[in-house]
């Protein structure tokens, strides 16, 4: 675009040249003055080509708006990709999360109870549970029987025997065989110095015997002397 405006000011600057040239006096021979169609043909061709830069400036302009326009939506696509694979890892989370509670209803349901066991169940535990409205009274005279009663727990026996039931079982409280009486020490008989032997000394305390100490408490304990 450059190259299109330069050439129709250099061709008039020429020429404009040219005609300065004729008309200033000179020793020599002056050259003649270029034609005047030369100058309107330049001026067409400066015209040209300045409607033709108003052009290209007015197409750039609108070339600078779309690339506006493109930059601009250019930021939205990227918010929208951001907010896409935001709202994708919230949905992977969602189904990873729906997988583990499928997989927790499919445990649930291999690992569920029967309707007989429950209700089993139910029954062994009945006996430490109130009775329904419509069950009779098993105090009164003339009733059956209860049945026997295994509890799912160890009851106070089993516990007591310990060691995982495998003892016999327990009597009634308290010391059920005979304990002997623990064995009286005797006292060593003191001999009399004649019968110690010779060179004995009779003066030995090992020798002597040990009188009986009298153990009396002198301390009185009674708080309430006036009682």
Request: hydrophobic share 35%; glycine share 4%.
């Amino acid at each position: 675009m450059s190259s299109i405006l330069l050439a129709p000011l250099n061709d008039l600057q020429s020429l404009s040249h040219t005609l300065f040239s004729s008309l200033s006096p000179s020793q020599t021979k002056p050259p003649p003055p270029p034609p005047l169609s030369s100058f309107t043909a330049c001026d067409q061709a400066l015209s040209d080509a300045v409607n033709l830069a108003y052009k290209h400036q007015a197409r750039q302009r609108k070339i600078d708006e779309l690339e506006n326009e493109i930059l601009r939506l250019e930021v939205q696509w990227r918010e929208m990709c951001e907010e896409l694979e935001t709202g994708k890892r919230e949905l992977e989370e969602m189904i990873a999360e729906g997988e583990e509670r499928i997989k927790a209803i499919e445990q649930a349901r291999k690992a569920s109870i029967l309707y007989p066991e429950l209700l089993a169940y139910a029954q062994s535990l009945s006996a430490f549970t109130s009775a329904p409205p419509n069950m009779p009274d098993m105090n009164l005279p003339g009733q059956p029987p209860p049945p026997l009663f295994f509890p799912p727990f160890p009851n106070e026996e089993k516990m007591r025997r310990g060691r995982l039931n495998a003892e016999a079982p327990l009597g009634p409280l308290g010391e059920t065989h005979s304990v002997g009486r623990p064995p009286t020490v005797s006292p060593k008989v003191q001999l009399p110095p004649a019968q110690l032997g010779p060179g004995a000394n009779p003066y030995r305390h090992d020798l002597r015997a040990s009188e009986p100490q009298s153990q009396f408490f002198d301390l009185d304990l009674d708080l309430n002397p006036d009682l």
